[in-house]
Structures are given as C-alpha cells and as structure tokens.
C-alpha cells in the first residue's frame, strides 16, 4: 500500500512511495506528529539521480523488519535535497560536525523541535567496513531517545547556535581591494592540477566558479588546460554532449554518470568565454553540444527544463554509456572501427569495470568523427535509457537561461535565445503564486514550496543576461521588480547579505546564509553580482549598497579559501574594476555590427543597453539621453560616471573598450 508519498511530485519522493517506511514528506504533518508523540524525526535525505541513495533504499528501506524497526521508534520523513535546501543544508552542517564528513544519502535524527543530534550518510543494512548496519543506528538512536532524553534536549541551545553561525558573521569594515582579488586568484595555483587540469585530487569536480573567475581575471593557462581536459576526458560525453557531475579519478576519465542541469548550464557558459578568449574551436563545439544535449534531453513541452538525468539504468550505474570493443567494432565495422578505437581510447581490458570503456578523446580525431559520432550515438540509443527527474526547479533553469541566452548572441544562434526567452516566460509564468512571489519546484502543472535566495539570484542575473542579449525592456523591467522583492524578503538588514530563506520561511529554528560556491555560486554570491550589474544600469545606488554588504561579509573568507568562494571573488573582482557602461543605439544593420564587435571578445567588465531601429524610450536609464549620430548608428561607452565621445564604426568601438 502506498504511504504518504504517493501525492507528492518530486521523482525523488515517489520513489520511494511503496516503501513499507510510513515516510512523511517534509512539512507541517510531520513535524505535528512528532510533537504529539514526543518521538524524534528521522529525516532521510537524498536525490533522484544519487546512485548510494538507491543502494541504500533497496537494501533497508524496502526491508519490511528494518522498515518497522524505523516506524516504531520515529517519524520517518523523506526529503528531495533539490526541493528543499534549506533542510538540506541544516542536515549537512550536522553531519559534517558530527562526523567529519557528508553526502548523500542523508540520514539525520531531530527532536521534535527540528534539532539534530545525530546524523550519518549511508549505512549499510549489515555491519561492513568498519560501518554498523542501519539496524544497529537505529537501535542505538531510539535507546538514547527512551533513556537519555533530557540529556540531547539539553544539548538543542549550543547546538543551534553552531547550526546559526552563518547568520552571525559580521562585515568587514575593510574596503575590498584589487590587490586582495588578485592575490586570492593567484593562490588558486596551489590546488591546481598542472597535468590533468582542474583542482585537488580525486574526486574531482568541474568548479565552473572558479574557471570564470580566472578567463575574467585574465589567466588563460589554469582555465584553458582545464577546459581542454575535461573536454577530452570521461565526464564529458563524447556522443551525445553534456557533463556528468564529476569525475571519480584524478584524471577525468570515469564520471560518477548523473547528469544535472546546473553543472551543464554552469559549463557550457565557461565554454563559450573560453572560446571567446582563446578561438579554440573545441571549446565553441562543447558550448553548443551541451546546449543541444538540454534542449534535445532535458527540456520539457513547456520550455522549462528538468532536472537531471540518472548515473543508473537497469540498476547498473554508467551502463548506458559504457562500450565493449567488440560493441564498439559491431557498430562500425573494421575501417571506422580502427580509427576510433584509437580516438576514443577503447581497448579489450577497458578503463572502467569488466573490460568496460568510458569514451574519451585523446587520440588523433578521425576524419570521420561525424560519421562515427552518429552511428555510436544512435546505437546507444536504442539502450535502455536512465531515469529522468523531470521536476523543473527554479534556479537551475535559470542558470540555464543564462547559457541559452549567453551563447545565442554570441555565437548568433536564434535557436538558443528562442530556448532562453521561452524557460524564462515559463518560470515567470508558472512558478509565481497569486501573490507573485516565486516558487521552486514544478512537476505536471503543479508549482510548489516557496523559493530560496538562489532561485531569486539566479533568475535575476538570467533576466538581466537576457535583457543584454535581447534587449527587450521586459527582461529589464522583470529584473529590476525581482531585484526589489529579493531585497525586501531576503536582506539582513542587521548585518547585511541575505537569508537563504525568506522573512516568511519561518519552519526551521535557524536562519541561515549560503555562503560557499560549491557545487554551484551561493544565493550571496549570485545576489552581489547581479546586484552589481543591474546597479550599473539603472543607474539606482541602492543595488550597488546591497551587494556591498554581500561583499563586505563573505570578502575576508574569499580571500582566504578562494575556490569555495570563486563566484563571490568574480562579483569582488567586478565591483574593483573599471566597468565599461556600453550604449548602443541606431538602425537595427548598423547596430548588428557595433554589437558583434562587444562580443567578439569575453569582456568580464562590461554592462549592456541597446535601442534598435525607431523603438521609442525603452525605460532602461543607461540608454536615457542616447541618440544615433547624423541618422547612424552610435555606441556610448561610459566608466566611472566618464563618457566619451560617441563612437560609430566596429573599429572604434572595439578601441574604445
């Protein structure tokens, strides 16, 4: 018989709708029951494409003597970490407190006033590797609860105040200096991998952040080897394009296999800039695959998209995109065959599990690398393919947006900004509630959970990275009415930067601020660049304020551990720098060519406004006072409230930045 699961949406959830746990989804039921019982919650925590979730779902939750060990003694919550965050991030501060380490699955037990005090990742449902079996955790946990009850409620106060201390952090009264931008993006050096690219050891992780912050900072080694390996390497996929979500060597070669959308939306933007810094011809190629990759995998009727792809298929993690050689040669034939054995690194003895091969991209490229691609691509086809959780989350189509938008423009790709503009007419349209605050979750017309700082973070700056690349004044006008809202629901007005939770998102006892980017920019870091950009062109000083106080709070941590704070250094480094304010107005042919020369290049420093053709005043103040010169089209370039002359041709544009 199903439990309470069954009504939920998220894929997550209804996997684990008939288990014989009588699961709670995370919510006000839950936290009542747990109350009237006096009993501890048990909250589970995991996500659909997680491959340890599953293991440990099929050895204990579908256990009907473990199941009923778990809903004597609790009441048994499970939660989608991607819906909810919040209750994600709290978990994880525990365990990483408590044992050192995290991940997920995440198992952690509160009293019933929502503080944990104990918490552990996977266990297995028999004693293995120093690790004790499920049973035994429980056992253990329900023993403490019966006899020592006072003594874990005595604990909740110091507790909390750990759980809270990110909202404790005071601002720096120190101003935020070039020197110190440039010195922590200088000391990323020492975590570099000189010989495979990236950062740190196995695993290893695309961090995005920190590749963005070096192409804008200028340093063309670190970033482009980086991007160049990973291209090359396993974790990208060689056939059908898109990113898995990191590699379990040192190497790049073996992926972990989910596929999310936010790793995909974060790299193909890295993508693009380092084709524009470097012309490398690979690089243009992955942007444009991994784009295809999410409209052709990921994208929805609607135009929004959904949220990863599983590592698993017919419960074997990677089986849909691993090769045999003798598959690989059956497919080809002999003349191909040998041309991409060589390409593609296959081998009799494999790179992965049982003579199995991860496709890289090492060797020589065929002549024929179209020709084999197609054939590989459509026979793998044909395999069954891994699950999708086909939620849209907020934030993470925004990211998305951003890419589409990004690349349309730069690479004049119509189809990628018809892609960015229909996802952000989606979310505007479907994930508000009839007070036009934003949500987070939606699943078969169904919107739901009001949404976190980085959903509001991130759709700003894909709204404003819209309005740059479309320069349609609704995307301007949307952001500046975000910008306003995030401000008035999220700010700490005591201590500057923003809550991960809104002033009415009052369910945990603790108010938390996201600060580290990782996997992904935090909500504070997002916030403070986006801020930053929509300061410069609506020329309203109060952005800029706000974002400062982002800056001033998190600045001093940045510079000490600059690669979990990447994105917030790439909004210190923005607002250290000299921006260039660009205007750009006239007929629509002349205007096309001023444009294509902003964009030929990755200009890091740089906001943008345009009025194309006879449009009347468009709203957007960076444009107010702008008119063509003697009937052509004319460019402004701005910097610290400095214009300079009007400018007409490419040429002079382009020495004008």
């Known amino acids: 018989m199903p439990n309470r699961l069954a009504a939920e949406t998220s ?3 209804l996997q684990h709708r008939d288990n014989p746990v009588d699961w709670y989804p995370w919510g006000d039921a839950a936290i009542a029951r747990a109350r009237e019982l006096d009993r ?9 494409a997680c491959h340890w979730c599953h293991v440990m779902a099929h050895e204990s939750f579908e256990d009907d003597e473990i199941a009923a060990v778990m809903n004597r003694g609790f009441v048994c919550v499970k939660v989608d970490r991607e819906e909810r965050p919040d209750v994600d991030a709290m978990c994880m501060e525990a365990v990483q407190a408590m044992t050192g380490h995290g991940g997920w699955p995440l198992n952690a037990f509160l009293t019933p006033e929502l503080v944990p005090f104990y918490a552990g990742t996977y266990f297995p449902p028999q004693p293995a590797h120093g690790m004790p079996s ?8 329900a023993e403490a609860w019966d006899h020592r009850r006072e003594e874990i409620r005595a604990q909740e106060a110091d507790v909390l105040r750990s759980l809270g201390a990110t909202s404790q952090l005071e601002p720096s009264p120190e101003p935020i200096r070039e020197e110190l931008v440039a010195r922590a993006t200088s000391s990323i050096a020492g975590a570099y991998d000189s010989r495979n690219g990236g950062f740190g050891g196995a695993p290893k992780f695309p961090q995005a952040s920190a590749i963005e912050l070096l192409l804008a900072r200028g340093e063309h080694e670190m970033s482009l080897q980086t991007l160049e390996s990973m291209a090359r390497g396993g974790i990208y996929d060689q056939l059908g ?3 898995a979500r990191y590699s379990v060597d040192a190497t790049w070669t073996v992926p972990h296999f989910e596929k999310m959308l936010y790793d995909n939306a974060l790299l193909a933007r890295a993508y693009l800039h380092g084709w524009q810094v470097s012309g490398e ?7 444009g695959e991994t784009l295809d990759w999410a409209l052709r995998e990921l994208r929805g009727d609607e135009g929004g998209f959904c949220a990863a792809l599983d590592a698993d298929s017919e419960g074997v ?3 849909f995109y691993v090769w045999t050689l003798a598959e690989l040669r059956a497919v080809l034939g002999p003349e191909l065959a040998e041309e991409a054995v060589a390409y593609f690194g296959v081998s009799e003895s494999g790179n992965f599990e049982h003579g199995l091969n991860v496709l890289e991209a090492r060797g020589p490229e065929p002549a024929a690398r179209a020709e084999i691609r197609r054939r590989l691509f459509e026979a793998r086809s044909r395999r069954t393919r891994p699950g999708l959780d086909d939620k849209r989350l907020t934030g993470w189509n925004a990211l998305m947006i951003s890419a589409l938008a990004s690349a349309g423009a730069v690479l004049a790709e119509q189809r990628y900004t018809d892609a960015a503009i229909r996802c952000a007419s989606f979310v505007l349209s479907e994930l508000r509630d009839a007070d036009g605050r934003l949500l987070r979750s939606w699943k078969d017309g169904r919107a739901q959970i009001g949404a976190y700082l980085e959903d509001y973070a991130f759709l700003l700056d894909a709204l404003i990275t819209l309005y740059e690349n479309t320069f349609d004044v609704r995307w301007y006008r949307e952001a500046v009415a975000l910008a306003d809202v995030l401000i008035r629901r999220f700010e700490d007005g005591e201590r500057g930067g923003f809550f991960t939770t809104a002033e009415d998102q ?3 006892p603790v108010r938390r601020k996201d600060l580290e980017d990782s996997p992904i920019p935090s909500g504070n870091s997002a916030a403070a660049f986006a801020l930053l950009r929509l300061a410069l062109l609506s020329g309203e000083g109060k952005y800029e304020r706000h974002a400062l106080g982002v800056l001033r709070l998190l600045f001093p941590l940045a510079v000490r551990h600059p690669l979990a704070f990447a994105h917030l250094l790439r909004a210190a480094d923005f607002y250290v720098s000299p921006v260039s304010e660009v205007a750009i107005v006239g007929p629509p042919d002349e205007a096309a060519a001023l ?14 406004a345009a009025r194309l053709g006879d449009e009347p005043r468009n709203g957007v103040p960076l444009l107010e006072g702008r008119t063509p010169v003697d009937g052509h089209a004319a460019a402004y370039v701005c910097e610290h409230f400095v214009c300079q002359a009007p400018v007409s041709t490419p040429e002079q544009l382009a020495a004008a930045l």
């Open 241 to 243: 394009g898109g990113f």
């Open 134 to 141: 499920w049973r035994t955790v429980l056992d253990a946990v």
């Open 40 to 48: 501890p919650l048990l909250v589970s925590i995991g996500y659909s």
């Open 317 to 319: 993690e990677g089986k």
């Open 595 to 608: 444009l294509r020369a902003v964009r030929r290049e990755l200009r890091p420093h740089l906001v943008l």
């Open 11 to 13: 894929p997550y959830l």
């Open 506 to 508: 009052l369910e945990l």
């Open 281 to 287: 011809e690979l690089f243009r190629r992955v942007c």
